[in-house]
């Protein structure tokens, strides 16, 4: 662990160099690429890689850092930092243990995440260590360092007080203090703090899958079972309770029967987002039913009759949406439910597989999927497709939420230059939204207009080069 201590604390710097007081774009890219470089270097120096399956991870890893350099989507830009460390923590598990099952991935993860922490202190025993044998220090050599840094803030302390006490006192250390300024050390320690962190939980956790990470060996624990009865109970109950709903659905949505003095839009409203909810249930109460005692003829008849009324309840949801969309337009949060109930719909194939074939490993077709789809999400340009229906539905209504374009993502700034120009007819009727959309659009110039190279992001560049035809 000593020899990597200074590769570590290169990484922090290198990344306090890209990413300090700077914007996501091509710096994410440059940085995650030698962070998956060094840690597959550590796994495999110390003979960790036991599935090189988990290396797969990288993949969408990569992927997503790509995303930082190609769009500017303000939610992804926050999530896929969430979704990519989730990911590197898979890695490491599933490179160095791939035998988890659904149960004990999402623990391990936890784990993963927070008992690192507890390697603090041998962190920095051996940060210790290796700092003595390189000054090749003595005790009494120890003591003066210790010393040195206990006198120095004191000393710049009572500078600073009797500077302010007394104004000649203060003229003869000016040049001192004013020279603090200029090297501006309050974005000195702020680095220096988000050094130390990034180096103690990347050290940490290092440290963590070096020496106290356990390989697991085999199953020790009995896998608990439910009573067949209770599995019997809840499919069958269920399923005539979907019957009666389905019906329902297909009546009235489908066929437009039964709604009476109701508005469709406002019919669809009050139920996509319970609907989606309701399928996600039905697939974790699916995974549920193979735990029986007893995995009978009639749990699978139940459980294929539960895939189809699910897959009829995915349909209804979507349906829903499609009709509120329609009539409100359209939002991130809208998209986001689509793609879930597409999810959701693949998500139901290797389910019936595992239906009759309770061997599988369900989690790996469940993570490739899930990952699969979020990746190629991320890797669309969401925030343009939404601006682009938004912007139709207008030309064919005239109704528009200018809220709903306004997202500080800079995805849609060329379409919004072509709706600023499209809505100035001389009447006046849109003065309003002409208005908004320039301050707006003002606004996103501004932001942008003196980006850095480390911020370089291809939507960005795109942007303030349609921007500056404006004045």
């Given amino acids: 662990m000593a020899n990597l201590i200074i590769y570590i604390l290169g990484l922090c710097i290198y990344n306090s160099i890209l990413f300090y007081g700077k914007k996501l774009g091509i710096n994410v890219i440059l940085f995650v690429g030698p962070l998956l470089g060094f840690m597959y270097y550590v796994l495999k120096q110390n003979k960790k890689i036991n599935n090189k399956k988990g290396l797969l991870f990288m993949i969408p890893i990569i992927l997503l850092s790509i995303f930082y350099l190609v769009y500017d989507n303000t939610f992804f830009k926050v ?8 990911l590197f923590l898979l890695m490491y598990l599933f490179t160095i243990n791939p035998t988890f099952k659904i149960s004990e991935v999402f623990v391990n993860v936890i784990n993963l995440m ?14 210790k260590l290796k700092i003595e044998d390189a000054l090749h220090l003595s005790s009494n050599g120890k003591q003066k360092i210790k010393s040195i840094f206990i006198v120095i803030p004191i000393v710049i302390i009572v500078l600073l007080l009797l500077s302010s006490a007394d104004m000649l006192f203060s003229n003869i250390f000016g040049n001192f203090f004013s020279l603090f300024k200029k090297i501006s050390i309050g974005n000195i320690i702020d680095r220096i703090i988000l050094i130390i962190l990034l180096f103690t939980y990347l050290g940490s956790t290092i440290n963590y899958l070096l020496y106290e990470y356990k390989e697991k060996k085999g199953n020790s624990k009995k896998e608990s079972k439910i009573e067949n009865y209770t599995i019997k109970l809840l499919l069958t109950t269920l399923n005539i309770i979907y019957v009666v709903f389905d019906f329902i659905q297909i009546r009235s949505l489908m066929f437009h029967q039964g709604l009476t003095n109701i508005n469709y839009a406002e019919y669809a409203r009050s139920g996509f987002f319970q609907l989606m909810f309701i399928s996600i249930i039905n697939l974790s109460i699916l995974l549920i039913s193979k735990k029986s005692k007893e995995d009978t003829k009639y749990n699978k008849i139940m459980s294929v009759i539960m895939v189809f009324l699910t897959f009829i309840i995915i349909v209804s949801s979507f349906l829903r949406m499609y009709m509120y969309e329609s009539a409100y337009g359209y939002t991130l949060l809208r998209l986001l439910v689509y793609v879930t109930l597409l999810t959701e719909v693949i998500l139901l194939i290797p389910t019936l597989v595992y239906i009759f074939n309770s061997k599988m490993n369900i989690l790996k077709p469940y993570m490739i999927i899930i990952i699969s789809i979020y990746t190629l999400l991320s890797l669309s340009p969401v925030d343009y497709f939404i601006a682009k229906n938004n912007i139709n539905r207008f030309y064919k209504t005239g109704k528009i939420d200018v809220d709903y374009l306004k997202n500080y993502s800079t995805d849609n700034i060329t379409l919004l230059c072509d709706l600023y120009d499209n809505m100035d007819d001389g009447s006046g009727k849109y003065s309003y939204t002409r208005k908004f959309l320039k301050d707006y659009l003002v606004y996103i110039y501004n932001q942008n207009k003196n980006n850095s190279v480390r911020e370089y992001n291809f939507s960005r560049r795109i942007a303030i080069e349609k921007l500056k035809n404006y004045n």
Wanted: hydrophobic share 55%.
């Fill in 114 to 127: 927070f008992l690192p922490l507890s390697q603090i202190s041998n962190l920095y025993r051996v940060v």
């Fill in 79 to 86: 999530f896929n930092t969430f979704i990519m460390t989730i």
